[in-house]
């Protein structure tokens, strides 16, 4: 059967509303269901309010995200008073939890569809079966398949696109649930991979995410990804980037092909997560400070100029103030653009959550302001070095913090704000810069 013109006859013309959450994986899942929604003929809207169909598209990563979660599913019971028609949705990695199956089962009742983000294709169907048979329907069912490849997608962004290369993740650190909500890894088809980036670039679009929880593990790993990349630099596309590497998988390969490429952006995202040994091993990390720094020294002698961004978790459980200095001393060591720093956040049935902590919640904040401190700082430092430099600038939309500028994204990621006009969505511009801050820079564009 097919359950998209099925579904079709039953809603076309209702609107439809899709929250997503999390990372760009969890998006480019959200663009393929929002593809979906179309083509069974829902016209999608930014009002939740007035949607007769909602879907959130959860993320488990930290307790704050689900937070939001139950939040929302809160507020759209009230819209289903309001709205007895309205069909409730969630998808994404929350329902990968066997405790949030259980209490969207038992309490949150107004929940009517729930499929597995290794499930998304089977979204028409489990509707159909919702609309026709008047009941709830769950499939969560472990899947560690591949999405086909014929699925359509709905860009949010006509110049940019991600296109995920692999799925899941087998590395367990002990903090983290994505390999228990995600499963286990598995490779798209390179075939399908080259295909859809050449569609992509045929259809005007001017940058590619390669994404993946650790792209270096594509095809087994090995050289495999670097190979990859030297596939889609030959697409010619305008600009390519890749997340997230794991440092113990990041192979000397892969920096040789960026390093050669003109196309593949120099930047890099190596999360690192701490800067002490103890605390990595504990962490199942499976390398260290100094492998770590020898990665970093490497990639900078191949790509002098390389942008490096990295993810901390502070607190993780057994931390002492001793082990968090270490931390700090490695950001001073790098010199990282930009991080991402999180406090850590227990996940259940990860091992961490059993490991007793040293440090209290006032200690652990204390220390993540700390790091914060030190990291602006050294962001301040690097974009002051832009000052009267000229930059490639992919022009993104008007600036969020200040409607009187055009915001677009340097090769190596920093946000750089320009007076502009609106047709410079999607062109790619020389931008000089003409004051930094410690976040972004702010520049004229000029003619190239
Ligand atoms: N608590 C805090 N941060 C976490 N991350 C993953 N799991 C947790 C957790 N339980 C962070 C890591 C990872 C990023 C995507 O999220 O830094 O690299
Ligand atoms: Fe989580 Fe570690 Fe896998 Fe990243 S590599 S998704 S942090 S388990």
């Excluded at 169909?53 to 599913?73: M, Q, V």
């Excluded at 596939?231 to 997340?243: A, L, P, Q």
């Excluded at 901390?312 to 001393?329: A, K, Q, R, Y």
Aim: net charge negative; charged share 25%; with cysteine.
């Amino acid at each position: 059967m097919n359950y998209i013109e099925e579904v079709r006859k039953l809603v076309a013309g209702k609107k439809a509303y899709v929250r997503t959450y999390g990372c760009q994986l969890n998006e480019n899942d959200g663009e393929k269901i929002i593809a979906m929604l179309k083509a069974m003929g829902y016209l999608i809207t930014d009002n939740a309010e007035e949607a007769d169909f909602a879907l959130l598209n959860t993320c488990a990563i930290r307790e704050n995200a689900e937070k939001k979660t139950y939040g929302a599913i809160g507020v759209f019971k009230h819209y289903k008073e309001l709205n007895p028609g309205l069909v409730v949705a969630m998808s994404g990695c929350m329902t990968g939890e066997e405790h949030v199956i259980e209490s969207l089962r038992k309490t949150y009742r107004h929940v009517d569809v729930v499929f597995g983000a290794n499930n998304i294709e089977a979204f028409p169907r489990l509707l159909f079966l919702h609309l026709t048979e008047a009941r709830r329907v769950f499939d969560t069912e472990y899947d560690d398949s591949v999405p086909p490849a014929n699925l359509p997608t709905a860009r949010a962004f006509p110049f940019k696109s991600g296109v995920p290369v692999m799925y899941g993740c087998n590395n367990f650190c002990t903090y983290c649930i994505v390999p228990y909500v995600r499963g286990r890894e598995r490779s798209r088809d390179e075939a399908d991979i080259i295909n859809e980036i050449k569609a992509l670039r045929d259809d005007g679009c001017k940058e590619v995410m390669l994404l993946g929880q650790n792209v270096n593990s594509f095809g087994g790993g090995g050289d495999a990804f670097a190979n990859l990349l030297k596939k889609v630099s030959d697409t010619g596309i305008e600009r390519i980037r890749f997340m997230t590497s794991h440092p113990k998988d990041l192979s000397p390969a892969v920096l040789e092909v960026m390093a050669e490429r003109e196309n593949i952006c120099k930047c890099l995202h190596l999360p690192v997560q701490s800067g002490n040994n103890r605390v990595l091993e504990s962490m199942n990390r499976r390398y260290t400070r100094e492998k770590y720094l020898s990665i970093v020294k490497l990639a900078r002698e191949k790509m002098p100029g390389l942008s490096i961004t990295t993810d901390i978790i502070v607190g993780f459980p057994g931390e002492t103030n001793e082990e968090f200095v270490d931390t700090l001393s490695l950001l001073e060591e790098v010199r990282f653009d930009a991080i991402f720093s999180f406090i850590y956040s227990p996940r259940r049935g990860t091992p961490a959550e059993k490991m007793p902590d040293v440090l209290s919640v006032e200690e652990k904040k204390a220390n993540f302001e700390k790091l914060l401190e030190v990291q602006n700082r050294i962001s301040g430092e690097i974009n002051e070095t832009y000052l009267g430099k000229t930059v490639s600038v992919l022009c993104e939309g008007v600036s969020k913090t200040d409607a009187g500028n055009m915001s677009g994204r340097t090769e190596g990621g920093k946000i750089v704000n320009f007076p502009g006009s609106q047709d410079m969505i999607g062109k790619i511009l020389e931008v000089k810069i003409t004051e930094t801050k410690t976040w972004n820079l702010q520049g004229e564009a000029v003619c190239r």
